[in-house]
């Protein structure tokens, strides 16, 4: 874009909301992951939330489809969707401590339960998380919503 200001040709591409979606990360015992999806994806949140357990993803209530595959593909659906202004994601630590993060910034990062991570990766989420905290059980994570 030749004779265009720089900015005004980045916010035409990349659009003019911030570049980061709040994120919440919301880590649980393998045992309770099907329970805390069950309880995530029936409760109402404002337009545009995105809600992710592994392949399962869900804009506004409506069950989205992952195509793409890679650790973490349907976060990324949802990083890649323009319709998403807040993510609210659930995983297990066995799949943090596999896979890795699946963000390097990460607002809010809810440790649900007794879960078994190493010292080192206590350290890398109180790096990478805005917000960490420890809690009992997913009705305490969610009073905030």
Not at 124 to 135: A, Y
Request: proline share 4%; charged share 25%; glycine share 10%.
């Amino acid at each position: 874009a030749a004779g265009q200001n720089t900015a005004e040709v980045a916010c035409a591409v990349l659009g003019s909301k911030p570049g980061r979606i709040p994120f919440h990360l919301i880590v649980v015992e393998e045992s309770g992951l099907e329970d805390a999806w069950v309880y995530l994806k029936n409760m109402k949140f404002r337009e545009g939330a995105g809600l992710v357990c592994g392949q399962r993803v869900q804009l506004d209530g409506m069950p989205l489809q992952v195509v793409k595959s890679g650790q973490w593909p349907g976060l990324h659906a949802l990083f890649r969707n323009h319709s998403v202004n807040q993510i609210i994601a659930i995983c297990t630590a066995e799949e943090i401590m596999k896979k890795g993060l699946p963000a390097d910034r990460i607002d809010r990062i809810s440790l649900c339960g007794d879960l078994p991570f190493i010292e080192e990766w206590t350290e890398v989420l109180d790096d990478c998380g805005r917000l960490v905290e420890r809690i009992q059980g997913m009705t305490e994570i969610l009073k905030s919503y």
